[in-house]
């Protein structure tokens, strides 16, 4: 059963700071890893998506990372902005249809 | 044009009631999913559509839970005697298909519909 995991549950960092986001999953056989972002209240938007013959996808100050050998995915967002502040979910394709998430970071840029 | 819509956008439940929870997807998206966030299981897979048929419902949680789709678009899910621990935010996803180039397509969520069973 695939299951994943996000390191750190919680993240407060000063505005301008650069972060990783850390995403690892047990199962290396994914068809594809995605990042989204979800903000209070709202659905989930998808930031990057990274097919398993990938190893990286970058939008703007948002650059996504991909091993699939080890199971690792981090995500990284450069000058950090008050914006940015979201829990950031990591899900990964194993089957059509079927997206497993992991739980998620809670992300705070304080001004 | 429009994202995935869903219905009602918050609904409040005694404990033993059904519910139907809707989803519109986006226009032309032949694929649908239905997944559930609560608080102590994180986000998970409950069912996906292609076209009318569920080719995987291997994430309903109990045969109180249905769902169907009917021409090709809008979709309900049904909780039969809800229970407390149903209490979570279902979430409804669309996609153009399934299956794109040899792999998953991409899904765009709805906002959810949060759930409260009293």
């Known amino acids: 059963k695939q299951e994943v995991t996000q390191i750190p549950a919680a993240l407060s960092v000063p505005e301008g700071e650069n972060l990783v986001l850390n995403c690892s999953f047990t199962?290396?056989?994914?068809?594809?890893l995605q990042w989204f972002r979800q903000d209070p209240g709202k659905g989930l938007t998808s930031l990057l998506l990274i097919q398993s013959s990938q190893r990286e996808q970058t939008s703007g100050r948002l650059n996504a990372s991909l091993d699939k050998s080890s199971g690792r995915s981090t995500l990284y967002i450069a000058a950090s902005q008050p914006g940015d502040s979201a829990t950031y979910l990591c899900a990964v394709s194993t089957s059509y249809g079927k997206l497993t998430f992991g739980q998620g970071t809670i992300l705070t840029v304080h001004p | 044009g429009a994202g995935v819509s869903q219905s009602p956008s918050n609904k409040v439940t005694e404990k033993g009631k059904d519910v139907e929870l809707r989803c519109d997807p986006i226009s032309g998206h032949t694929a649908l999913y239905w997944y559930r966030q609560s608080l102590g299981q994180g986000l998970e897979f409950l069912i996906y559509f292609q076209g009318n048929s569920a080719p995987d419902k291997s994430g309903l949680p109990s045969d109180r839970f249905s769902a169907e789709r009917t021409g090709g678009s809008v979709s309900t899910l049904t909780i039969q005697r809800t229970q407390q621990e149903d209490s979570a935010v279902y979430l409804c996803?669309?996609?153009?298909?399934?299956?794109?180039?040899?792999?998953?397509?991409?899904?765009?969520f709805g906002p959810g519909t949060r759930l409260t069973v009293l």
């Open positions: 199962d290396s056989a994914i068809y594809n």
């Open positions: 996803a669309s996609s153009l298909e399934a299956e794109i180039a040899g792999g998953p397509d991409t899904q765009y």
